[in-house]
Nanobody, 116 residues
Framework: QEQLVESGGGLVQSGGSLRLSCVAS????????MGWYRQAPVAQRELVAI???????NYADSLKGRFSISRDNAKNTVYLKMDRLKPEETSVYYC??????????WGKGTRVTVSS
């Protein structure tokens, strides 16, 4: 059973930065597409960014230029660097690993709180 563990969340002031990390337990991490999603209180989970196995990235339109997703296959880790954070981006941020036909896996999330 694949396990994903997020870290790096916390409290930050509006305009500040955070870097989230997600470590996967599997052996062929480099083969999978990885993503970050977020879910604010009383809201649906939404896509933040994805990075596919060949390092092509895609972002939610509103986040381009402020958020950056990257991966280190040697460490089984995907990162999300978030700059100029806004209070409305207070959410639980989740890591996702897409193993194709096998299915996808989720971490338990890391909470990000942006104070105004």
């Amino acid at each position: 059973q694949e396990q994903l563990v997020e870290s790096g969340g916390g409290l930050v002031q509006s305009g500040g930065s955070l870097r989230l990390s997600c470590v996967a337990s599997g052996n062929i991490f480099e083969a999978y597409d990885m993503g970050w999603y977020r879910q604010a209180p009383v809201a649906q989970r939404e896509l933040v960014a994805i990075i596919i196995s060949n390092n092509i990235t895609n972002y939610a339109d509103s986040l381009k230029g402020r958020f950056s997703i990257s991966r280190d296959n040697a460490k089984n880790t995907v990162y999300l660097k978030m700059d100029r954070l806004k209070p409305e981006e207070t959410s639980v941020y989740y890591c996702n690993e897409d193993q194709g036909v096998v299915g996808d896996y989720w971490g338990k999330g890391t909470r990000v709180t942006v104070s105004s």
